[in-house]
């Protein structure tokens, strides 16, 4: 067992679990800035070799708060060829991303208790004979690589005397349990037993950091993130590929003399474009709750030379639109937030004409980027949008997947999003569109 000791105090902070005895005495040295301590071992049935062990300060959140450890990255050199376990170019999940299910973890539990659990205690608690394979101090010995390196481990060093005992599957079993424990979400695909498909996700200690979403009241469904922050998030420039401006537009339908309401305008990156499509005897309206971005969109419409804009401060449930003026309310990625949206739809379409169409944009459902920016009970689904449209006689008029699947630009840091329009009920069947440009 290699230990670690918090230099002030002596406290233990973390623990890992040789294979077999150390054969020499341990050197550590400095590479690109960074610690290495470097352990020989060998015997039993492990051939001598040499263990390399990454040293970085980090905070770990522990049962007892926060405490300060030295984390404990391992990597293997066998007979003084480097084998450097690192993080594969090509990851592109983590293990926050549910890549194991409950079903497979339940497996890995009972392999677990039959061949794991004498040496290392009951779900991985610890033993007298191998350290606890759950906690903060066990996973940040593996921040920062992937889960390739704990099937590695432990299809190398388990059941310990036994190495290569188990079938593949009930390791990758075993992997999967062991994220179980520590914490790591279930998802709807088994852990995969292939090699590249392993060394593709991440293993990363702490859970991904939720984004700031201001002073929210609980149990509503607002982002209070204040309006000089959204200018921040929403002006990044490779955001506005993600918009698709112009194919936008044009599945609209927009026409000079068309009043267009643009709800959670934000800093205008459709507002602006509207004004200019209904121009010159129609307008825009950017709508918003913050000030701040109605003053930037105000500005920007004084840059770009257009006066067929007005911007309107809303109440977070009343957009507060002239009344009967407005042909279309337009929302990208806002309606989630509303609310009750129920109650929104309600005051608003007692707002447009008589003829008012609504569009609305959103994040699906199951996309990852949306699951991490917004909690489960904060998104919307197409089919909600419809029983709420239908409780006012709105009617689906068309549906446009100008936002899906490989139609959604890469690199714009957007989910995947669907595009509804809808209108008062009428005799003409609803319109399925796939926009082509």
């Known amino acids: 067992m290699l230990r670690a000791y918090d230099k002030q105090t002596g406290a233990e902070v973390g623990a890992v679990w040789m294979p077999a005895q150390q054969s020499g005495n341990p050197m550590t040295y400095m590479l690109d800035g960074r610690q290495y301590i470097v352990v020989a071992i060998g015997g039993r049935s492990v051939f001598e070799r040499i263990h390399r062990f990454r040293v970085a300060a980090e905070r770990i959140a522990a049962a007892n708060g926060e405490v300060s450890m030295r984390a ?8 003084g060829a480097v084998l450097v376990s690192a993080p594969s170019a090509q990851s592109s999940s983590s293990v926050w991303d549910g890549v194991y299910t409950s079903a497979q973890a339940a497996r890995g539990a009972i392999v677990f208790d039959t061949e794991c659990a004498a040496c290392h205690g009951p779900s991985g608690s610890g033993g007298g004979m191998a350290p606890q394979l759950v906690g903060a101090a066990f996973s940040a010995n593996y921040d920062g ?3 390739a390196d704990l099937f590695d481990r432990n299809r190398t060093t388990m059941p310990p005397g036994n190495e290569g005992m188990l079938k593949v599957q009930e390791l990758v079993d075993v992997t999967a349990f062991m994220l179980k424990i520590n914490g790591f979400p279930a998802g709807e695909k088994e852990l995969s037993s292939q090699a590249m498909m392993l060394k593709s996700i991440e293993y990363v200690a702490m859970p991904p950091e939720k984004p700031n979403q201001g002073d929210r009241p609980p149990n509503t469904h607002q982002d209070n993130t204040t309006g000089t922050e959204w200018i921040k998030r929403l002006e990044r420039p490779e955001r506005i590929p993600g918009l698709k401006i112009d194919e936008v537009i044009a599945a609209l339908q927009l026409k000079p003399g068309d009043v267009v309401a643009d709800i959670g ?10 004004a200019k499509a209904v121009a010159p005897s129609g307008k825009a309206i950017a709508v918003d709750i913050w000030p701040e971005l109605l003053d930037y969109v105000r500005q920007k419409a004084t840059t770009a030379n257009v ?4 911007t309107v401060l809303a109440a977070l449930d009343d957009p507060r639109l002239p009344r ?17 949206r129920l109650a929104y739809l309600r005051v608003l379409i007692s707002e447009l004409k ?5 569009a609305i944009v959103e994040q699906e459902f199951d996309d990852p980027i949306a699951k991490k920016w917004d909690e489960d009970q904060d998104r919307i689904t197409r089919e ?9 006689n709105f009617e689906l008029k068309a ?5 899906q699947g490989t139609k959604n630009p890469k690199g714009t840091g957007m989910p995947e999003r669907w595009f509804v329009i809808y209108g008062p009920r009428s005799h003409t069947p609803p319109e399925k569109t796939i926009w082509r440009r």
Request: glycine residues 6%; without cysteine.
């Open 72 to 79: 404990f990255v391992l990597s293997t050199l066998l007979m």
């Open 145 to 147: 690589l992937t889960v």
């Open 265 to 274: 305008s934000g800093t205008g990156a459709y507002t602006i474009p509207f």
């Open 307 to 310: 006066g067929n804009l007005q």
């Open 324 to 340: 009967q003026q407005v042909d279309l309310a337009f929302f990208h990625d806002v309606f989630h937030n509303a609310n009750d």
């Open 354 to 358: 008589p003829t008012g169409r609504i």
């Open 384 to 392: 909600q949008v419809k029983e709420w449209m239908a409780e006012f």
């Open 399 to 403: 549906e446009l997947d100008l936002f």
